[in-house]
């Protein structure tokens, strides 16, 4: 419902404006790791979901872009977030080594819960009432995608296929 995005970006504070560029930089990052982990498993349920997750991530990373508008604060490094953007990011280059891909399957189900935690912690410390509505829709969508991936992580064989 009509609100300029420039004007909604100027009014966080710089904690917010940190937190919200660590959300947005996990989005990028966990976006591309499910693309790249979507081409790298035979299992076509896992890679349908990961295409899922990676269409969920990029739609996020693009809302949060125009709702930081053009802040130049460097993302905040301490919090929760930026342990799951660093996961993603080191296990996107490992995914071609085939020996990782199961470890990195097992540890996933935990990271989407950690990254869930991270965005509700974040969601709850922002002023700003869309920007919250915002980050909880992001959650749920989040949450029900970690939901029906579960049982798909559960039941791959031991060579991920």
């Not at 504070?13 to 560029?21: M, T, Y």
């Not at 905040?76 to 993603?88: G, I, K, P, T």
């Not at 909880?136 to 031991?158: G, R």
Request: with cysteine; aromatic share 6%.
């Amino acid at each position: 419902m009509g609100h300029s995005g420039s004007a909604q970006s100027n009014q966080f504070s710089a904690a917010e404006a940190r937190s919200l560029q660590a959300a947005y930089a996990v989005c990028i990052e966990a976006q591309q790791f499910f693309r790249r982990a979507a081409q790298q498993v035979s299992n076509s349920n896992l890679r349908y979901k990961f295409l899922q997750l990676a269409k969920l991530h990029l739609d996020a990373a693009q809302r949060l872009a125009k709702t930081c508008g053009d802040a130049e604060t460097a993302p905040d490094y301490r919090s929760e977030l930026a342990a799951v953007q660093f996961w993603y990011l080191h296990q996107a280059a490992a995914l071609s080594e085939s020996s990782q891909q199961q470890t990195m399957l097992a540890e996933l189900a935990g990271l989407l819960q950690q990254q869930i935690r991270g965005l509700r912690q974040l969601t709850g410390e922002l002023h700003s009432r869309a920007v919250r509505v915002e980050l909880a829709q992001l959650v749920a969508e989040l949450q029900i995608s970690s939901d029906q991936l579960q049982p798909l992580l559960k039941v791959l064989p031991a060579s991920g296929k």
